[in-house]
Nanobody
Framework: VQLQASGGGLVLAGGSLRLSCAAS????????MAWFRQAPGKERELVAE???????HVEASVKDRFAISRDNKKKTVYLQMNSLKPDDTAVYYC???????????WGQGTQVTVSS
């Protein structure tokens, strides 16, 4: 399974971006998928995850502004980010197949930079 993240870029504070993560392979619809991010000098952190039923969890720090969704026909998971803040600046990674609370597959990351 390969994951290809896209959609990052430079945006002004208050703006929006939608990240996409396209997956290869035949079992996408059975995987839990997630978005993580890693800011400079900080550890990687979970942003949101969604299971194969479509039930999602978004971390409290971004819950009012971010949303995760998936399209199993397109084998793609999305992260809609609204009202972006400079603190959201990070490399965003998609991940797939959660086993024993760890994700097996990782995308290459996409840079999100929010300027004030």
């Amino acid at each position: 399974v390969q994951l290809q993240a896209s959609g990052g870029g430079l945006v002004l504070a208050g703006g929006s971006l939608r990240l996409s993560c396209a997956a290869s392979g035949h079992s996408f619809s059975s995987y839990s998928m997630a978005w993580f991010r890693q800011a400079p000098g900080k550890e990687r952190e979970l942003v949101a995850e969604i299971n194969f039923f479509g039930s999602s969890h978004v971390e409290a720090s971004v819950k009012d502004r971010f949303a995760i969704s998936r399209d199993n026909k397109k084998k793609t998971v999305y992260l809609q980010m609204n009202s972006l803040k400079p603190d959201d600046t990070a490399v965003y990674y998609c991940a797939g197949q959660k086993i024993a609370n760890k994700y097996t597959y990782w995308g290459q990351g996409t840079q999100v930079t929010v300027s004030s």
